[in-house]
């Protein structure tokens, strides 16, 4: 099975008060099917979490959802919307298939470990992305190494978003007006794209041009 729509707004929390820790639910299951059972003439969704092959008209996958757990990767460790700071519109959706933009995230920002994760999750090419059971084992080995390296960097990142949350409210806060955030139908801003060579060299088109 597979979302189709998978982005921040659709995941859920309950907090559990005897317990002390929260419940994570994945909701809005309406475009979620079977792989193979999926209508691809219609996109739809959140344009930054949606992966640049469905963009471009091709069949919509497992790696696709991992794609968009990246993006939500990103959103859990900054506090961001990834690329709010641009309209989501023809020209973001050209630059997410040709040029590769994705946010940006540096250390201290998040711990490496992690970055090195997300990225991986974001790769341009489907056949890169890691699947759902190696991304349980990598997040899963984290609380294996409380007292090494990867304790380090979670430490850090702490340290540098206490030390600069003022800051980061601010770049929190500033969105672009079109950057919109919510599932939405998005052919007219892709009817362009399928002109691209295929899924193992995503980055080359044969046909740039956007028409009005």
């Known amino acids: 099975m597979v979302h189709c729509d998978f982005h921040t707004g659709n995941i859920l929390f309950k907090y559990r ?8 639910y994945i909701s809005d299951m309406g475009l979620c099917g079977e792989i193979g059972n999926i209508d691809k003439s219609k ?15 091709k069949p919509y996958t497992k790696a696709a959802d ?12 900054t506090g961001r919307q990834p690329i709010g700071d ?25 711990p490496k470990c992690y970055i090195e994760l997300m990225k991986r999750c974001w790769d341009p090419n ?3 992305r890691p699947d759902a059971f190696e991304i349980e084992n990598i997040i899963y080995s984290y609380n ?3 007292n090494g390296e990867i304790e380090k960097q979670f430490k850090e990142a702490e340290e540098y978003r206490k030390a600069n949350i003022s800051s980061i409210k601010i770049i929190q806060s500033n969105t672009h007006p079109q950057a919109i ?21 995503p980055s080359e088109c044969l046909d740039c041009a956007i028409t009005d």
């Open 17 to 24: 008060y005897v317990n002390k820790y929260n419940d994570t």
């Open 43 to 57: 996109i739809y969704g959140v344009m930054s979490y949606v992966a640049p092959e469905v963009l471009r008209g």
């Open 66 to 77: 991992i794609y968009s757990f990246g993006m939500i990767m990103y959103f859990a460790a």
């Open 86 to 110: 641009c309209a989501h519109d023809k020209s973001l959706a050209l630059d997410i298939c040709d040029h590769g933009i994705r946010p940006e995230i540096n250390e201290p920002e998040a």
């Open 126 to 128: 489907p056949k890169n």
């Open 144 to 146: 294996f190494n409380l």
């Open 181 to 201: 955030n919510i599932s939405r139908l998005l052919n007219p801003f892709t009817k362009d794209l399928p002109k691209y060579d295929n899924d193992d060299n």
